[in-house]
């Protein structure tokens, strides 16, 4: 990918890189995250954006990779191939803490590599070697210490040591009682790793011993016993002895460790991105940063993205961030913005070239999920007064330089940031060719953002298909600005407006005005109309949508309560109609009884009620005939239906039969014995210990139990 180090110091990406290089855990790896750049290869670049991503979500879950600091073993890992070198305490501690940091990673990943694709796919790629860890522990201690047992010689050595040290002891303390009559307050002392009689320096010629040395003050003289001196000269000689000792030890260990070369090399490789990858999650975690839709054409969908360091100073100081929404893509590739000065122009302009830097250097932004980010082989940028005194550069100077630049290498996949386009001469001269580079920018199918003040760039913007105007929105009352850019129209510099709120005396202001061009200013005044009429118009717009939403959802609501009460009518007709009919039959029996009361007649009573009964049975008797006729037909009639598509359907029962084997297959193949499992409406997790056709045993650690394979799901 080509950008200049200019561009990167224009966009401020170095000092991302710092603050990200804070939050690694080694200065090695500060370093090569401060020295990033942009990825030339597309395909590493999204292979680390995942791995990063991957990063963060452990540390939003809570299920942290167990990963911390680690050391670099490149300064003496070569020296391993030397004969006869030996590495010392420190460095072996230092390859069996890697080593040990490796084996926790890989059973970590071992139990959850479905949520770490990427960083597990790493992993995989490198073995723990139980064996150098164990060889290790064989020398040296839990303090670092080399044991006794390291070898049989060491062992003898330092029993003899402690043999002799304890008899030295001894005689020094029966030395000090026989002398004590000439020895000093202090009574003895250490010279040369010796305990020695601090004799008064006056009467040392009564100590028989060796002379050693004298205090500052020479008041007393430092004398090893007589008594002790050949036990010294043994215990002198073992200790020799056993630092030989020790350098066999540690030449025949580096001599096991050094097989393993290769693989500690690995460790080295994989701990050091691990830290590298970390330290940009833990920084994307400060910036609210995600990953979003990686695309593979040069498009740039930014929605809500906010300027990585405004936002992280803006928390610090506890104050909002106003983030920009824009797109850039084959049908809109080139946004001119204008507005007034200290409107956000410029920090639009970096917010996009940063965040598209860093993207492409493997780091999140902090953007909305939403948005679509491509690639770009070229980002060039013009930002900022880049006057040069040593290269006798004016600022207009540097400008045209950089013009003649970008046009020899534009194309296609080029981004271009300019800002305060065509500025830094004549303003008629400049303007005319600022929209001259302009049109050549959009002939090579260049995208691009530009910020200027000139109406003729704006008017070509306008009158070009794949060019679009935006503004920054500012407060037409109190003639701040909002910092929120507008896509779609051009917008006013309020240059007269700001400098009358700044108290520039009105009369100056209105020659100021007759100066200028009557067409420029009724351009300008006609920008500023439009600019605050498709600001209301957008308020009533968004009222209107709300105001549309709301309508919809009472309307949704409102279907749904006619809906209930047409169930609720017709659950009162059939209540109604089964009321009617009991009271019909209640005032029928009411009849019979008032006409039984007046004649006693039994027989016509239970002749009159038995009639009604044999009518109402015969009505049932009827429709039920009904329903049996309608059943026949329907049964007949898909009786014939099947016969004639007989064929096409035992294709098609055969194909759903296949379609099911299929399924049923995958389901199979998707399983393998260790995965950890489920059964359906069950939360008791358990590994698979067998498979057997459709069936599966599940082992729960007291117990196994054998069940179909539909009735499992993989966790």
Do not use: C
Request: glycine share 4%; proline share 2%.
């Amino acid at each position: 990918m080509q950008v200049s180090e200019q561009t990167l110091k224009d966009l401020e990406f170095p000092k991302i890189l710092e603050k990200i290089a804070e939050l690694a855990y080694n200065e090695r790896t500060a370093q090569i995250l401060t020295e990033l750049k942009p990825y030339e290869n597309q395909d590493h670049l999204v292979q680390d954006l995942n791995a990063t991503n991957e990063f963060l979500s452990s540390f939003q879950s809570g299920n942290r990779i167990p990963f911390s600091e680690f050391f670099y073993m490149s300064d003496f890992l070569p020296r391993l191939e030397i004969e006869n070198y030996y590495l010392n305490a420190e460095q072996f501690f230092q390859i069996k803490s890697n080593a040990l940091q490796i084996k926790e990673i890989i059973k970590f990943f071992a139990n959850f590599e479905e949520y770490f694709p990427t960083l597990n796919g790493l992993v995989t790629e490198v073995i723990y070697e139980k064996q150098i860890v164990k060889e290790i522990d064989g020398v040296f201690n839990r303090h670092g210490e080399i044991k006794d047992d390291a070898s049989p010689e060491l062992y003898e050595i330092r029993k003899q040591i402690k043999m002799i040290s304890a008899r030295v002891a001894d005689l020094f303390k029966k030395s000090i009682a026989y002398n004590s009559q000439y020895l000093d307050d202090i009574k003895e002392t250490v010279v040369d790793d010796k305990r020695v009689l601090a004799v008064i320096s006056s009467v040392r010629k009564r100590v028989k011993g060796r002379f050693l040395g004298t205090s500052k003050t020479g008041s007393i003289s430092f004398i090893e016993p007589e008594s002790v001196q050949k036990s010294n000269r043994e215990l002198e000689d073992l200790k020799e002895e056993e630092g030989k000792e020790i350098i066999k030890i540690l030449r025949n260990l580096t001599s096991v460790i050094s097989v393993h070369k290769e693989l500690l090399e690995d460790y080295e490789s994989l701990l050091e991105y691990y830290d590298f990858t970390q330290a940009k999650a833990q920084f994307a975690l400060k910036i609210n940063g995600i990953l979003p839709e990686i695309k593979g054409d040069s498009v740039l969908n930014l929605v809500d993205a906010y300027h990585p360091l405004l936002y992280l100073s803006n928390s610090e100081k506890k104050l909002n961030t106003i983030p920009q929404t824009l797109k850039l893509d084959k049908n809109q590739r080139i946004i001119i913005i204008s507005g007034p000065n200290a409107g956000g122009k410029s920090i639009t302009l970096k917010t996009i070239g940063l965040n598209q830097l860093m993207i492409q250097s493997g780091i999140l932004i902090p953007v909305h999920p939403k948005s679509e980010i491509g690639f770009f082989d070229k980002i060039f940028t013009d930002i900022g007064d880049n006057q040069s005194i040593e290269n006798q550069l004016s600022t207009y100077s540097y400008r045209l330089k950089q013009m003649s630049y970008f046009i020899r290498n534009v194309d296609e996949g080029t981004l271009l940031l300019v800002d305060e386009f065509g500025t830094g001469s004549d303003p008629e001269l400049g303007g005319a060719l600022a929209e001259v580079f302009f049109e050549e920018f959009y002939e090579r199918k260049a995208f691009g953002v530009f910020t200027t003040h000139y109406t003729n760039i704006k008017i070509a913007a306008e009158n070009l298909p794949e060019a679009i105007n935006a503004s920054m929105l500012f407060d037409e009352k109190s003639l701040n600005p909002l910092y929120k850019l507008e896509i779609g129209q051009a917008g006013s510099s309020f240059t007269f407006e700001v400098a009358e709120k700044n108290k520039i005396p009105f009369r100056l202001i209105n020659r100021a005005k007759k100066k200028v061009e009557q067409d420029k200013v009724r351009l300008d005044k006609t920008i500023l109309k439009l600019q605050q009429e498709k600001f209301e118009i957008q308020k009533t717009k968004n009222q209107v949508q709300e105001l549309k939403e709301t309508s919809a959802e009472q309307s949704k609501e409102l279907e749904t309560t006619h809906e209930k009460v047409r169930e609720k009518l017709v659950d009162f007709q059939l209540l109604y109609d089964n009321e009617l009919k009991s009271l019909q039959a209640g005032r029928k029996m009411n009849d019979w009884a008032d006409d039984y009361l007046k004649s006693r007649n039994k027989k016509k009573l239970i002749g009159e009620f038995l009639k009604w009964v044999e009518m109402e049975n015969s009505k049932k008797t009827d429709s039920l005939a009904l329903e049996k006729e309608k059943d026949k037909i329907v049964k007949k009639e898909i009786k014939k239906e099947l016969k004639r598509n007989q064929e096409n359907i035992i294709v098609e029962k055969k194909k759903i039969e296949e379609k099911k084997e299929k399924e049923v297959q995958m389901s199979i193949d998707n399983l393998k014995v260790g995965d950890r499992v489920k059964i359906k409406d069950s939360n008791s997790v358990a590994t698979i210990e067998k498979i057997e056709g459709k069936s599966i045993i599940l082992n729960y650690g007291q117990f196994t139990a054998k069940v179909s394979i539909f009735d499992i799901r993989k966790i």
